[in-house]
């Protein structure tokens, strides 16, 4: 199991308890804001991954460390972030809807910007990372999210239509909050380059989030590429790639080199 090569602290608060055994662990509990850093001998660039897990907990290693690793293997810096959870218990009662993007701004704060920068999200991470790349103080060269729940869990976008709230609702505020890629909420348009992943027939989270964004780029001239993939699980990432999907990895990279110029 690779360890990271430092950890970051980015918050108060006892270190967070990483929860069962390689390459599944998780993060069922984050008391404090970190970043898990893996770095690599002359990097050409840097990359803070999100990774999912529903905002009620983190994914570690399927969505994050598994991520840091093929980022490294591509020559970037890869940095984990183990963000606080809205919703979820706090020293002062829960933590505000918006606290996950206050630690995703101290990461970027935290990350080096000598060189081309990048977020990564996977799953809800991925709509950390597309609002991460809505904020005027990111200076990004681009923003990957794959199958992440972007904007139709948002209060006025939900697909299927009728979908109820999610709990806690601070999780939901953050969604109504930041819609991200619908023209109509323009605060929720990157102003980087994005790169989609979708699986088409994903149940955990409709390909509509993957359209609506879609129809934003091609109205606005925005610079995205989008894969929506015909037979993809839902939460495929790097594992489950058996399928046309398995060409997504390679697709990012490429798209990664581009953009970093």
Known sequence: MQQPTE????SDGPANVIEGAWPDRTIDVVTRAELHAFRVE???????????????????DRE?????????GLGY?????????????????????DIALTDGLSALEAIPTDLPSFVLG???????????ACQKAADLAGVLITYAPINA?????????????YPPVEKQAFYDAWPIGIAAQPHGVPACPVFLAYALLDEVVPVEHALNFITTARDLKLDLDAHVFGQAPHGFALRELAGTHGAWPELAARWMTAKAG
Request: glycine share 14%; net charge positive.
């Open 77 to 97: 810096d890869a940095y984990v972030l183990a963000h606080r959870l809205p919703g979820a218990a706090s020293p002062d009662g829960v933590w505000p809807f």
């Open 42 to 60: 002359a990097p050409k660039g840097r990359v803070l991954v999100c990774a999912g897990g529903g905002y009620l907990r983190l994914m570690h």
């Open 7 to 10: 950890i970051i602290v980015l």
């Open 64 to 72: 994050g460390v598994e991520a840091a690793l093929w980022l490294n």
């Open 122 to 132: 996977l799953s809800s991470g991925g709509h950390l990372a597309g609002t991460l």
């Open 153 to 165: 869990n948002h209060r006025d976008y939900k697909a299927p239509a009728g979908k109820p709230d």
